[in-house]
């Protein structure tokens, strides 16, 4: 992808971290944690590829992160 397809998909991704915050305030925990971990998995990604000097771990600790939070999220036994 272009530079410039990346930086469309960051307002999505913004829109998908706000979406999962607010449903994880509201209560849907399993749903709010998925869209906030697709969102910022998102992100951190457009970021990586538009940063000049790209470090691995940069873009490999924040996706791990939303990986395990999707993770967790996916296994909670009582989530709404």
């Given at each position: 992808?272009?530079?410039?397809?990346?930086?469309?998909?960051?307002?999505?991704?913004?829109?998908?971290?706000?979406?999962?915050?607010?449903?994880?305030?509201?209560?849907?925990?399993?749903?709010?944690?998925?869209?906030?971990?697709?969102?910022?998995?998102?992100?951190?990604?457009?970021?990586?590829?538009?940063?000049?000097?790209?470090?691995?771990?940069?873009?490999?600790?924040?996706?791990?992160?939303c990986l395990v939070l999707a993770t967790v999220a996916l296994t909670l036994p009582h989530a709404k």
């Amino acid at each position: 992808m272009t530079l410039t397809r990346l930086s469309n998909l960051r307002i999505p991704a913004l829109i998908l971290i706000v979406i999962g915050t607010a449903l994880g305030i509201i209560g849907s925990v399993r749903s709010g944690a998925v869209a906030l971990s697709l969102g910022t998995a998102t992100y951190v990604c457009i970021k990586f590829f538009q940063s000049v000097p790209r470090r691995r771990i940069e873009l490999i600790i924040p996706l791990g992160m939303c990986l395990v939070l999707a993770t967790v999220a996916l296994t909670l036994p009582h989530a709404k």
